[in-house]
């Protein structure tokens, strides 16, 4: 099977811009976890989708926000960037209690 | 009671040498402890993982003992290579409601 994939691999973005990052989970798994990794804060959860629906959040503002699809592919969105969401975006994809991570976004806000 | 504390934060050990990273939880409704590794630049990878009714999981090098009782959970890494540098953290879950910890920054000495 393949994978988690994530795109774009590497996003650099100036500050009060938008930017979307995509997740393709594992075939057959249907529940995708979004994390915002730094160096200080280690692994923060973002929120989890499962069946197109937000099934648990993490305290995060609503600039961050996201979406799954009917395939279970899923995207996150944050707007109006700040200099302190520069970070590795993790997805995880999901099936009963395993998670599998992708390779990661990394996001730089100038 | 959603924390998941882990230690040391840093560990340096000869190669040939055991490294052993501790974890502890609160909350009793997690079922599934989960350990993965991440190396620079990738997702964290799934190492091994235990659930609370075994005291121990071994797995090659790479052994989870697990104390239900004192709600805590150790990784044993045995006959450490360089290979093994990375940072390790452990998680706690039940379903997809994961915790982890801050994280274990491993080096392991030629």
């Known amino acids: 099977k393949a994978g988690v994939t994530q795109t774009p691999r590497y996003l650099i973005k100036t500050r009060g811009q938008q930017v979307t990052l995509s997740c393709s989970p594992i075939s057959g798994h249907r529940s995708v976890s979004w994390y915002q990794q730094t160096p200080g804060q280690g692994l923060q959860f973002l929120f989890e989708y499962f069946s197109e629906t937000q099934r648990n959040k993490g305290n995060f503002p609503g600039r961050f926000s996201g979406r799954q699809f009917s395939n279970s592919r899923s995207e996150m969105n944050v707007s109006t960037l700040e200099l302190g969401d520069s970070a590795l975006y993790l997805c995880a994809s999901g099936i009963a209690d395993s998670q599998f991570f992708g390779p990661g976004t990394r996001l730089t806000v100038l | 009671q959603q924390q998941v504390k882990q230690s040391p934060q840093s560990l340096i050990v000869q190669k040939g040498g055991i490294s052993i990273i501790n974890c502890a939880y609160e909350?009793?409704?997690?079922?599934?402890f989960p350990w993965y590794q991440q190396f620079p630049g990738k997702g964290p990878a799934l190492l091994i993982a235990i659930r609370p009714d075994v005291s121990e999981k071994k797995e090659g090098r790479f052994t989870i003992s697990f104390n239900k009782s004192a709600k805590q959970f150790s990784l044993h890494i045995m006959d450490s290579q360089p290979g093994d540098s990375a940072t390790y953290f452990c998680a706690a879950n039940y379903g997809q409601n994961f915790v982890f910890g801050p994280g274990t920054r491993l080096s392991v000495l030629p």
């Open positions: 909350n009793t409704a997690f079922d599934y």
